[in-house]
Every structure is written in C-alpha cells, then in structure tokens.
C-alpha cells in the first residue's frame, strides 16, 4: 500500500537513498533538505532511478520551517504516514577539546531535530489513529565509543526518547516508534566530520593525540568490514516500513549486531523491554 513520507536530511548520502528507495516502493516521497539548491545529487539519483520525489525545504533546527513543511504536505495529501528522521551529523573530540557551541549544534542537530519533527507530525498520526515513525540513530546510540561521546550522547538520547514514545503513544493511537541503528555507512558523512574537525582546529597536539591515533588507526584496520552501502541500509529500513508489526529497535549489519550484542542479546527488537515497562508504570499487558 502506498504510503505518505516524509524523510529529513535529503541532500546526501542515506538522504538521498532513503527517498529513492522508497519512491521506487511506491510511495510519494516528500524529500526534505536545509539547502533545497543542494537537491542536485537527488534528483540526479531520481532520474537515474525513474521516480519521482517532491522535494521540499525543511531545517531540523527550525521550529517553524519545519512545521511549514508539514503543513505543506497535510495540504496536498491529507495525511503523514511515515517520518524517517534522517538528518543528523557527526563529531569527533574529547569533551575537553569541544567547544560548548559544537556541543549545542550536535546535539541540537541529531536529537532536538528529532524531537522537533516528531511533535509536528504526531497530532495528524494521532487523530489518523496510524503512523509510522523512525529515527535513523547508530550503534552509537548504544555504545559509547572513543572521541565521540558527544555525538553517542546525542543518540542515546535518541534512543530513550523512542523507546519511551513507543511504551505509551505507540499502544494508545495506533503509531509505530522504530530506532535504526546502523553501523558505519560508506557516504560523505564521515568526510564531513574531517572537515569539521579541521575547521575547528584540527588534531590538537596533546596528550589525547596518541589515544586518537589510535583510535584512528584501528578504524582503518578494519577496512570495509564494519561499513554497508546507504542502499544496504535502507534495503533494511524499507522492510521495516512494510512490517505490520516493526521492532521497536534495529541494526542493520551483522557487524551492528556484533557489536551491540551485550547490550541487546537478551531482546534484539526491544518489545520485551516495552512489555516491562507497559507493565510496571501502566498496569498493561
């Protein structure tokens, strides 16, 4: 069944992936991006693809540009099926290296963008009674890793407020909640993490540098390994778009779950967490 979506950070990489991939399923595909002159490289990808993508501005730090945006799609189709919340960005330094204006833009970025678009769609998910929202988080969100506390901050911020919306909404109206949590992706995400950092100062020589360089130098030992296409990865959220009941959370790679499987090895999708939960503060099954 064809549905309505709405996908932030459209511009690159996964962006770009996501809207393909899921016009090409049928759906009509509302393409969000800060910059809409920087739409180039999707619609090249549209074309290519034989879709077609409304494509439409939306800046995840802006309250009102984004409720413009959603008040534009409400017009034309009536309704909000989907909302993958994709925009986000990387950061790389020790908390003692970030600058308090870094931190306020990651975390403004990746998690309040997050929390931003949802507000805005869930009154028509909810009067609807349906909907389906996912947030594109990382492993990140569940395990903290070297000189991107920060940024692992930020997603796990993510990836409690799902996990919460999911426990109460989700049941009472009818929505979906689902945090994805790839591994490495192979875009230009992590080349604009680089040009942050050397805009910002570069690799400061101090005592963090031996511990960065190595951090540096077993990323790159593991070579592709730990990385999946955007396409890879959105092959995986499209099957959990059609999924009449989806996890609550989800990696995409065996790699991801490798990773993650400490923390996630007793319940992969998180609905027996969910169940706990509904139990013991709401007194549901």
């Known amino acids: 069944m064809s549905k309505t979506v709405l996908i932030t950070g459209s511009s690159a990489g996964l962006g770009i992936a996501l809207s393909v991939g899921a016009a090409a399923a049928g759906h009509r595909v509302f393409a969000t991006m800060r910059d809409t002159s920087k739409r180039a490289a999707l619609d ?57 204006k870094d931190i306020d833009w990651v975390m403004d970025v990746n998690f309040m963008g997050v929390v931003r678009c949802t507000k805005a769609v869930l009154p028509h998910m909810r009067k609807a009674r349906a909907g389906h929202i996912i947030n594109i988080s990382s492993v990140g969100g569940l395990v903290g890793q070297p000189f991107n506390e920060i940024y692992c901050a930020a997603k796990f911020a993510v990836e409690g407020y799902t996990e919460a919306l999911a426990c109460y909404v989700g049941p009472a109206f009818g929505i979906d909640f689902t945090v994805v949590e790839p591994g490495g992706i192979k875009t230009e995400f992590a080349s604009r993490v680089l040009k ?29 390994v730990a990385y999946q296409t955007p396409e890879e990865v959105t092959e995986v959220v499209l099957q959990c778009l059609k999924s009449e009941t989806p996890p609550i959370r989800m990696r995409t790679s065996n790699w991801a779950e490798d990773l993650c499987n400490l923390k996630t090895g007793a319940d992969p999708d998180g609905r027996k967490m969910q169940t706990k939960v509904r139990a013991d503060f709401l007194g549901a099954d």
Do not use: C, K, W
Not at 61 to 87: C, F, K, P, R
């Open 44 to 100: 090249h990808a549209a074309q290519r693809a034989g879709v077609q993508i409304d494509v439409i501005a939306l800046d995840v730090q802006d309250a009102a540009s984004i409720q413009s945006a959603v008040d534009q799609i409400i017009a034309e189709t009536g309704q909000i099926d989907v909302l993958i919340n994709n925009a986000g960005a990387g950061f790389v330094r020790s908390t003692e290296q970030a600058d308090e």
């Open 196 to 224: 942050h950092v050397e805009a910002t100062g570069g690799m400061l020589e101090d005592e963090y540098l031996p511990i960065l360089q190595q951090y540096i130098g077993r990323s790159q030992a593991r070579g592709d």
